[in-house]
């Protein structure tokens, strides 16, 4: 498509979005849940279809020299289809929250006030690699009641193209429109620019990616954006600790998965433990061929255990979001140096402290200035899933409207409403 052809594509994405969004704002609780599942039956007829069309994607992926785990991303596998299937179950069975009322009073005049759920309209969603987004989204967009456009990567895309045939099927299957759930066809990077640029058309944008991607969407977006660009997340173990506790929070946290963000990238100890417990952390570490950058302090209680790969941390990496096996280490005074610490140099995602102090650990809830803050409890549960969301569109590390992970609740907004009988202002 040339850039005429493209504005114009975008323009009529646009603009059925907005008239299904009216929609799928009416549209009842039974509706939604019966287009859920029958989305989750059209996944697992269309199994071998499904996996025809992936295959194209990973072929032309690994001909171009993308590296194994990048390909590994784009499958559409067996398990991962019945995962997807599965998922669009769960959402069906879950409560609708949309009309929902909260927080009703009466005011001294008469009126009650109060404040109703709310669908936020149309969203774009701009993701890279994991075909399984498609699906994630339409689904969490379709109970939600919004409308949404979706634009996924180049890689993908004859993968995103039949899971969006089977969307819209599903739609029309419960009387729904099946422009509720769109997905741009071009896989040129100017539909980007023209998607995060139709306020008319789109009320925010949830880019999921790398941080190159983010950082432009942030940079040239005219509507707002949902959004985290790093996931530089700690693991603080205080004073008093159980340290046996720690040992398996900390590994956990880093090791379990290195990729996703929400594993901590920074380790920071309590001088009073830190002898006792550095040492047992940092022979797992070894042994998982963990890098670790320390403070001065750190490296002199690491030096002791054998082979370990130690290196001297700079400035930067305390700020730094490895997505490998390196972590940094420091040694610190205690929690208040540890707060201090995390809120000037973390990414404001999720920080975790390992405690036997109740005050501590209550210190630390409110004073870290992260969007999940967690007490005795591994970085890697920052996740809509283990928050019982049921599904998560992204994490978002804003302090606007949706903070952490984002589900059902984080795409809708609160409207306030207010109920008479006859009053009128004095």
């Known amino acids: 498509m040339n850039a005429v052809n493209i504005a114009e594509h975008l323009s009529s994405l646009g603009l059925q979005a907005r008239a299904a969004s009216a929609r799928m704002a009416a549209a009842t609780a039974a509706q939604k ?5 029958a989305l989750a039956t059209l996944l697992r007829e269309n199994g071998d279809a499904l996996q025809a069309e992936n295959a194209k994607d990973t072929a032309r992926a690994t001909a171009a020299g993308l590296a194994a785990p990048m390909v590994d991303r784009l499958k559409l596998t067996p398990k991962i289809l019945e995962v997807l299937a599965v998922g669009c179950e769960q959402l069906a069975a879950m409560p609708d ?17 109060g404040q ?35 634009r996924g990567g180049s890689e993908a895309i004859e993968s995103n193209k039949a899971l969006a045939r089977l969307v819209q099927q599903a739609l029309v299957a419960a009387e729904l429109p099946p422009e509720a759930v769109q997905l741009v066809q071009t896989t040129d990077r100017e539909a980007v620019g023209r998607l995060i640029a139709m306020p008319e058309y789109v009320d925010v944008i949830i880019p999921r990616g790398g941080k190159g991607l983010i950082e432009r969407i942030s940079r040239e977006a005219k509507v707002p954006v949902i959004k985290h660009l790093d996931g530089n997340c700690h693991t603080y173990v205080d004073d008093p600790c159980d340290v046996e506790m720690a040992v398996k929070i900390t590994d956990n946290a880093k090791t379990q998965k290195y990729s996703p963000c929400n594993a901590s990238e920074g380790l920071l ?13 940092g022979a797992i570490f070894t042994a998982k061929g963990v ?5 001065a302090e750190a490296k002199a209680i690491l030096q002791q255990v054998r082979g370990a790969d130690l290196k001297d941390a700079t400035e930067q990496d305390w700020s730094e979001e490895y997505l490998a096996p390196i972590i940094s280490v420091k040694v610190v005074e205690g929690v208040d140096e540890a707060i201090a610490h995390i809120n000037r140099y973390s990414s404001h995602h999720t920080d975790a402290i390992v405690t036997r102090d109740h005050m501590h650990a ?58 008479g009988n006859g009053e009128v202002r004095e």
């Not at 100890?269 to 002898?275: N, S, T, Y």
């Not at 890098?291 to 403070?295: A, K, V």
């Not at 928050?387 to 984002?406: C, M, N, Q, W």
């Open 33 to 37: 849940s019966r287009a859920l599942r």
């Open 97 to 113: 929250i949309i009309g929902e009322v909260i927080g009703m009073k009466q005011q001294p005049s008469g009126i009650r006030v």
């Open 116 to 150: 109703m759920r709310v669908p936020l309209g149309v969203f774009g969603m701009i993701f890279e690699s994991r075909p399984n987004v498609t699906i994630e989204a339409a689904s969490l967009s379709i109970k939600s009641g919004n409308a949404c456009i979706l």
């Open 269 to 281: 100890v309590a001088r009073g433990v830190a002898k006792a417990f550095l040492p047992e952390i």
């Open 291 to 295: 890098e670790m950058r320390c403070d």
């Open 362 to 419: 209550q210190r630390f809830l409110r004073e870290v200035d992260s969007a999940s803050v967690m007490v005795n409890a591994s970085t890697r549960f920052a996740d809509g899933f283990e928050y019982g969301l049921g599904a998560e569109i992204g994490i978002s590390t804003d302090k606007f409207h949706a903070r952490g992970p984002v589900g059902l609740e984080g795409l809708t907004s609160l409207k306030w409403i207010v109920l």
